[in-house]
């Protein structure tokens, strides 16, 4: 009897180590933010332990035309010569405008509001919004990839009637995307489909 005992706490050790799948996530190096105070308060947040991000903000006005710029650098770690940049600037309101009215800016909408409170017309009402323990679609296939370096730097601008900008948040994220052993696989791509009652 002592023996099977024996057997299956090392089975059981065993399998536990074999439940982990490996998968390419990211690992925050740094995380820098600022707002205006005048008009707008954020912090961001990152768990590692338990992957997500948490995004609050504070509007202490009213909005009435923002602009976000993103400027994003992923780089091979193994060879810096494989570097893909993107660099662009869209408009909240044309993005509001986009989720009330297509199918797809509804279906991702819909997946974002189940993480909390979100902005969801222009003018941004004063108030408080939030995004708690967000984190996107997981596939397993992504351990595939080559670990990355990725540098992501963030600004949003308050544009006034004259389209005169003034920047109200300026963020700037550093890290790598590395493979490691996870037992917490978030859903896959079929997770973003709406849950029927």
């Known amino acids: 009897m002592m023996n099977i005992l024996v057997l299956l706490q090392i089975l059981l050790a065993l399998c536990h180590g074999t439940l982990a799948e490996k998968m390419l996530r990211p690992k925050f ?8 105070e005048k008009f707008v308060s954020h912090k ?22 923002v602009d976000v710029h993103f400027e994003v650098r992923i780089t091979n770690k193994l060879d810096p010569t494989y570097t893909t940049t993107l660099n662009t600037t869209l408009n909240v309101c044309r993005i509001l405008n986009f989720a009330n009215k297509s199918p797809v800016g509804r279906l991702i909408h819909g997946f974002m509001r189940e993480y909390g409170n979100i902005i969801d017309n222009c003018p941004i009402p004063k108030g408080s919004y939030f995004i708690n323990k ?13 670990e ?33 052993d996870v037992n917490n696989l978030k859903p896959g791509i079929f997770a973003m489909l709406p849950k029927t009652v």
């Open 134 to 146: 967000f984190w996107w679609p997981e596939d397993p296939t992504t351990a595939i990839l080559p």
């Open 44 to 65: 961001v947040t990152y768990d590692h332990a338990d992957p997500h991000l948490n995004f609050s903000m504070e509007v202490h006005q009213e909005l009435h035309d």
């Open 148 to 180: 990355l370096e990725f540098e992501i730097h963030y600004q949003a601008n308050l544009l006034d009637a004259s389209k005169k900008r003034t920047l109200i948040m300026n963020d700037h994220y550093t890290g790598e995307f590395t493979v490691q």
């Open 29 to 36: 190096k740094e995380i820098k933010f600022w707002s205006e």
